[in-house]
């Protein structure tokens, strides 16, 4: 079993940042992409970022290109999400997700963290 717990969200103005982390546990060795999702009030999850733990192959939805960027560092266990340039619509809760093969779903989560941008 894989844990993930997320971390570093809060209450933001517009046009501020904030870097979420995301620590991992257990069976950490199966790892091979983790990626944030969020999801808003009253729309589904969608995806914001994925990397390859192992190769480093990073992937942005397109609302989120040149704003965020995700990273790892193995060492800690810890995949990040830098977010800059907040805007209200990034308003969510974010999860941390990760899978085990390159076309497996997303079977670990974490319980999420919220972020709220203010305008």
């Known amino acids: 079993q894989v844990q993930l717990v997320e971390s570093g969200g809060g209450l933001v103005q517009a046009g501020g940042s904030l870097r979420l982390s995301c620590a991992a546990s257990?069976?950490?060795?199966?790892?091979?992409?983790v990626g944030w999702f969020r999801q808003a009030p009253g729309k589904e999850r969608e995806f914001v970022a994925a990397?390859?733990?192992?190769?480093?192959?990073?992937n942005y939805a397109d609302s989120v290109k040149g704003r965020f960027t995700i990273s790892n560092d193995n060492a800690k266990n810890t995949v990040y999400l830098e977010m800059n340039s907040l805007k209200p619509v990034d308003t969510a809760v974010y999860y941390c997700?990760?899978?085990?093969?390159?076309?497996?779903?997303?079977?670990?989560w974490g319980q999420g963290t919220q972020v709220t941008v203010s305008s």
């Open positions: 997700a990760a899978r085990r093969s390159w076309d497996s779903v997303y079977d670990y």
């Open positions: 990397i390859t733990w192992s190769g480093g192959g990073t």
């Open positions: 257990g069976r950490t060795f199966s790892i091979y992409r």
